[in-house]
């Protein structure tokens, strides 16, 4: 038997899609009114499903604690994994006294119908219904991107901030990744094919920064005065 679809008008996906439109106005809004209390955030993204006992969880968690005793609000996708090692870490440096300098353990959490509850490491939350305004808000006045190890949707997130980068759609502030064993397959990927076939050019792969270091990591986003 032939399943029967049901056209839905033009019109009517028109009204929806601004009503969408709407609400996300509503969530930048309330990501950013987070965000304008604190001179200097950085955006922590990577797996949710890393192990807490994983050598990528205890190098997010000190990178973010020692950005946060520096003064940084530490920005995550709420979730856990990675998003809970910089929420974590973040955290403790806030109960040694980081709030006083600007730390702070930020969550933009998204809905979904089966997963991704918001850690407990957060000492400030938003929950996004959308994704493109938790993406907008993510990387919103970000002094820095710190990407982990991860999956599709971190991989997803690191393209759009080359992108913007790229494009001149956003300030330009460091993008490090972390792990050269993690990344240098795909570093391989931008030289050996998109560079060779001319889809981007040699000044494109110094946008990002690959190294196993945290006290490196330290160093790039100190260096950087793109807000203030």
């Known amino acids: 038997m032939t399943p029967q ?46 192990d807490p006992n994983s050598a990528y969880y205890h190098a997010a968690k000190e990178t973010a604690e ?31 006294g980081a709030r006083a300098a600007g730390g702070e353990s930020i969550a933009f959490n998204i809905r979904l119908p089966h997963e991704q509850e918001v850690n407990k490491y957060a000492t400030e939350v938003f929950e996004f219904q959308h994704f493109a305004p938790r993406k907008i808000v993510m990387t919103m006045f970000a002094n820095a991107y710190i990407y982990f190890p991860g999956g599709f949707g971190t991989l997803d997130e690191l393209a759009e901030i080359l992108t913007l980068i790229q494009t001149e759609k956003a300030n330009r502030a460091p993008v490090i990744l972390f792990d050269t064993a993690f990344w240098s397959d795909l570093d391989a990927f931008f030289r050996n094919h998109m560079l060779a076939e001319g889809a981007i050019v040699e000044k494109d792969l110094d946008i990002y920064t690959i190294t196993d270091s945290v006290d490196e990591i330290i160093e790039l986003v100190q260096a950087n005065k793109t807000y203030c």
């Not at 709420?78 to 440096?93: S, T």
């Open 5 to 50: 679809h049901t056209c839905i008008p033009r019109d009517v996906q028109l009204q929806a899609a601004m009503f969408r439109l709407g609400k996300m106005e509503d969530e930048i809004q309330s990501g950013y009114e987070i965000l304008r209390k604190y001179q200097k955030t950085v955006t922590i993204f990577g797996s949710a499903r890393t």
């Open 66 to 96: 020692r950005l946060a005793k520096l003064g940084y609000a530490i920005v995550s996708g709420g979730g856990h994994g990675i998003m809970g090692a910089a929420n974590e870490g973040a955290n403790k440096a806030v109960q040694e």
